[in-house]
């Protein structure tokens, strides 16, 4: 039954960031880089597969790494498993913040709402003057020739985050054909231009979309005959 319901199909297309979207990443010779998520993903789709609603997956052997928040709001760099392409919804997201922060994502993504810690939330369901959490107190301008030492100590393990107030959010229509999306080990959480944000996680809305069928289960929706 759920797999026939049409909000089943809508969360397997785990739609995420704009092409544009600035990514910070360390590779496995321990450099860190930035660079837009479109580049990073389209590099490696070396041998991909492709699901039934045109998503391409691609499982990473090289090590990549991001800056991360834990569910304590805990600083972290956690390890990409995977990266991916999916087609563009019709509308597109553009949320800016008082520090000059500006990330554009679709409606359903999961971004990070600042109550008492970090709290996953679509990015639909935020409002105006809600918090997000930021690596850094002010929008970071350090360019990719920053060495190494510099960028651990902006990205490493442990410390806490700066808030970021949302000041404008509006819809837009979308301009690309494709979104992407990295999948980050453990987390789940990774730095987009300047933002700490959630990633999207398709198989993990499915599972809670087969549990609300079971949860609100009554035998009221049951034929008197088979």
């Known amino acids: 039954v759920g797999y026939a319901h049409p909000y089943f199909h809508a969360a397997k297309r785990r739609n995420c960031f704009h092409p544009e979207t600035e990514i910070q990443y360390r590779t496995a010779g321990g450099e860190w880089r930035d660079g837009d998520i479109e580049s990073l993903v389209e590099d490696r789709l070396v041998d991909p597969e492709t699901d039934d609603f045109g998503a391409e997956i691609q499982n990473l052997r090289e090590t990549i790494e991001v800056p991360s ?120 959480t990774l730095v987009a231009n300047d933002l700490f944000v959630a990633q999207c996680d398709g198989d993990e809305d499915c599972v809670m979309l087969l549990l609300d069928g079971l949860l609100n289960f009554s035998k009221c929706f049951l034929p008197d005959k088979r």
């Open 69 to 188: 928040i834990d569910s304590d709001g805990k600083r972290t760099v956690q390890r990409v498993d995977a990266v991916s392409k999916h087609p563009s919804t019709d509308h597109l997201i553009t949320i800016e913040t008082e520090q000059g922060r500006e990330i554009t994502v679709t409606p359903d993504h999961a971004m990070l709402r600042w109550d008492d810690g970090p709290q996953e939330v679509d990015a639909m369901m935020l409002e105006i003057g809600d918090t997000i959490p930021a690596p850094h107190g002010e929008r970071r301008r350090e360019t990719v020739s920053e060495t190494v030492s510099e960028a651990t100590g902006l990205h490493g393990d442990g410390g806490s985050v700066q808030l970021d107030e949302i000041t404008s959010i509006q819809y837009v229509e979308s301009e690309v054909d494709y979104t992407y999306c990295l999948t980050v080990s453990g987390t789940h």
